[in-house]
């Protein structure tokens, strides 16, 4: 299904793929697609189809970042306008229920990179290539690439990172523990596909939680964020899925989760 002129989902077995189909602009992001992006996750939160969702680009190109030909000739309160658009679109891809990963395939620069960096997990192929090069061009990252990447490998790399613009490596990135796999070309999809497939079918709320629960964590103080997990733990015991699957589990079966909340 195509939900905008260069976005388009497929959807199987509880994974629905979106992809960045842009090539000739290697994937670079319009006002129109974040717009669409923004409708499209908005409406994904509650899809009971859809229990993962993996991002992917085309070519050469995830997503060289914003479209810079739209910068050229804007307003103050248009790029500005623009910039809190994708700050709101970029939340949303954060705080989705659902897990997600990014399979990136080329660039993911600038917002592309940000886009990877709002993602549970990243899967990237050994021709991928990240960098936040807005100094190039006298800006600087603005959905989130100086937070976001600083919390994931540090303050002095993301330093040298945002402040030289450099473009790294897949191998490099996988050294800042930022990949869960870099694969070949060939291999992105299927090991991105085969991720999904083992998170869809894992209990869907107690996915959902703990994901809530690790993202939510890292920002409070240890003692509030053990009492929070214990608290959200007894809520997933009275479920129908916990149920299922400690009956599946002690009859020797494989559980059949529904994510119904009442057991
Ligand atoms: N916005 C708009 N168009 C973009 C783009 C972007 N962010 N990134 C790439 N493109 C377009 C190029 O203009 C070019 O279009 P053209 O064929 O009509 O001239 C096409 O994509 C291919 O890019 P090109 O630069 O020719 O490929 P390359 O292999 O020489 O270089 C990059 C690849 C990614 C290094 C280079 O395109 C680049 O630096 N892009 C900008 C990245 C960026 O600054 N992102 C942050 C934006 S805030």
Redo the contacts with the bound molecule.
Sequence with gaps: MRIHENLVETAEGGVATLRVDRE???G?LSKSMVAALGDYLRDLRGRRDVRVLVLTGTG?GFI??????EYHGATQAEFDAYQRMSRAVFDELEQLPQPTIAAVNG?A???GFEVALCCDLIVASESARFGL??V??G?LPGGGGTQRLSRAIGIRATKELVMTGR?MRADEADRHRLLHQVTSADELLPAATELAGRLASAAPIAVREAKRLIDDGVQQALGAALTTEQAVLSRLFATADAMEGIEAFVAKREPRFTGDLKG
């Design positions: 000739d602009a290697l670079a050469r060289a970042g914003a479209d810079i030909g660039y620069l600038g917002g090069p807005e190039k061009l800006l473009i």
